[in-house]
């Protein structure tokens, strides 16, 4: 079974950081490029940020980037996301998306979400 | 950047047809996803590449895209389908993916 599995998320403090991880299974992880999208309360989708399988093409949103960075292990089918000098707009809950098809292509859809992590900045 | 503009709520009466527009300029160019999400839950592909379904979706899901407006079609609405609706493209001109504001829908 195709599965992606968010861990991470918890209570920070503005300016705090923290580490976000997807951990995939049931499918070829290297050969999928792999997104963050994010969903803050009572809000709609927001893209954060992919990568492509072998992390030669990385994009970020403009609200993330400089404070985010997306990485992936293939050896260890894992995505990650570091999130530093969060803020109180950061809050939301964080899901895990699967490229829909094999080959390099910035505008597959996203075919298999994790459940989320929730991520809330707080003081 | 790149806007996706979709209507808040759509509201239908069970048996009967549902359609939610996705506009954006010129977004008959570009190729446009749907997935539903319902509360609580993570959201799922309905409709891929304007009008592919993805296994498991049923026949009464459909999507159209030309000019300034896609377009995702739910035929024989049953209650089950009530969730919220988003359309994705990917914008070249910014590298970024853009999700349309998502689209309520009610059945009554």
């Known amino acids: 079974e195709v599965q992606l599995v968010e861990s991470g998320g918890g209570l920070v403090k503005p300016g705090g950081s923290l580490r976000l991880s997807c951990a995939a299974s049931g499918f070829t992880f290297s050969a999928y490029s792999m997104n963050w999208v994010r969903q803050a309360p009572g809000k709609g989708l927001e893209w954060v940020s992919s990568?492509?399988?072998?992390?030669?093409?990385?994009y970020y949103a403009d609200s993330v980037k400089g404070r985010f960075t997306i990485s992936r292990d293939n050896a260890k089918n894992s995505l990650f996301l570091q999130m530093n000098s969060l803020r109180a707009d950061d809050t939301a809950v964080y899901y895990c998306a699967k490229h829909q098809v094999v080959v390099h292509n910035e505008g597959s859809a996203f075919d298999i979400w994790g459940q989320g992590t929730m991520v809330t900045v707080s003081s | 950047s790149y806007v996706l503009t979709q209507p808040p709520t759509v509201s239908v009466a069970p048996g009967k047809t549902a359609r939610i527009t996705c506009g954006g300029n010129n977004i008959g160019s570009k190729s446009v996803h749907w997935c539903l999400q319902k509360p609580g839950q993570a959201p799922v592909l309905v409709i891929s590449y304007d009008g592919d379904r993805p296994s498991g979706i049923p026949e009464r899901f459909s999507g159209s895209n030309s000019g300034n407006t896609a377009t995702l079609t739910i035929s024989r609405v049953e209650a089950g389908d009530e969730a919220d609706y988003y359309c994705q493209v990917w914008d070249i001109s910014t590298d970024h993916v853009v999700f349309g504001g998502g689209t309520k829908l009610t059945v009554l």
């Open positions: 990568i492509s399988g072998s992390s030669n093409y990385i």
